[in-house]
């Protein structure tokens, strides 16, 4: 059953189903997603909590045996399967169709993914997750949308804004929802609940760090070297999480790399993929740079930098993000 993220709450009113699949190029929807099917289940008594996460190494028989196994204390549990790649493998796939025939009693999965190629859907474990589950696919909000989507973010804080105010938010988070989500709630930190006006707003983003990842990302893409080496200073002196940093960049080179690997031209591909027209300067920028081939080495150094975060492999990764950005502005 197919479940959009903005129908979860009424969802989740009837009963809590016994696997959710979340997948999504949208990582602030994927992610409350996984939050409000989790709180739910905290509600009713879903105490203990597994969380697994899968790469080349891992062991799909864990999931099996997570499945399979009683609860030291007789507490229902929270399993978690985190699929960032959205390719599970062929092992993968036939632990995915067995455990979704067979779910275990005292507990629910939530499987979280990055966006699903084409080619998934019509596979036998994402039909089988289909039909025995709940499947939470989460879009991108185009631009037309995000006024919109903003309007619901400051009202679920209590706040109401101008259309200018909304429409100034719009623009400076150019679809990303996540940027969105911060700006929010910094302006509901700085003034409380209450009607917003534009010189509020405008105040509050001009006062956001002298450093952001977008301002990394761009200064990247334009091919700026000295600037980025120093914005990536800049971020790790004010703290920003690395995590927020790969994401940002693995993000715009994974759709990079699509354009490059593209059988159209880079603007009919841009067309296609809804690139936000003021950015399609920056990209044909850094496509003239770069060929696929490099497009592909630059998504591998995300994957890397990303077990490093993790722990799974050795390295420091604020060198790696370095190396990673200033690679894309040579």
Aim: contains cysteine; positive net charge.
């Amino acid at each position: 059953m197919k479940v959009r993220p903005d129908q979860i709450e009424r969802h989740l009113k009837n009963q809590l189903a016994a696997i959710y699949f979340i997948c999504g190029d949208e990582p602030l929807q994927v992610m409350e997603s996984a939050d409000r099917i989790r709180a739910e289940a905290r509600k009713q008594n879903y105490t203990e909590r597994e969380v697994m996460d899968v790469d080349a190494q891992f062991d799909w028989n864990l999931l099996l045996d997570a499945g399979n196994s009683l609860s030291l204390f007789a507490e229902k549990r929270i399993l978690e399967l985190r699929l960032p790649t959205g390719k599970p493998g062929k092992v993968g796939s036939k632990v995915l169709q067995e455990y979704a025939q067979r779910p275990a009693d005292d507990a629910i999965l939530i499987i979280s993914s990055g966006k699903l190629e084409s080619s998934s859907k019509n596979t036998k474990w994402f039909k089988t997750l289909d039909q025995q589950g709940v499947v939470i696919q989460c879009w991108p909000v185009n631009a037309d949308q995000l006024p919109q989507w903003i309007n619901q973010r400051l009202q679920s804080k209590g706040l109401t804004a101008d259309n200018d105010a909304v429409q100034l938010l719009a623009d400076r988070v150019e679809g990303n929802l996540l940027a969105a989500a911060q700006e929010v709630d910094k302006l509901f930190l700085l003034y409380g609940a209450g009607k917003l006006n534009f010189e509020q707003t405008a105040s509050a983003v001009a006062n956001s760090s002298r450093y952001n990842i977008y301002d990394l990302v761009d200064t990247a893409l334009a091919g700026n070297v000295t600037r980025t080496s120093r914005i990536i200073g800049g971020l790790k002196n004010e703290g920003v999480e690395p995590v927020l940093m790969l994401w940002a960049l693995s993000r715009e080179v994974r759709m990079i790399a699509k354009i490059s690997e593209a059988n159209v031209s880079p603007d009919a591909a841009m067309a296609k993929l809804r690139v936000w027209e003021n950015r399609k300067a920056l990209i044909r920028k850094a496509l003239s740079r770069h060929r696929a081939p490099r497009w592909k080495l630059f998504l591998k150094r995300c994957a890397k930098i990303d077990k490093v975060i993790k722990g799974v492999e050795p390295g420091r990764a604020w060198d790696e993000l370095l190396m990673l950005s200033t690679q894309i502005a040579q």
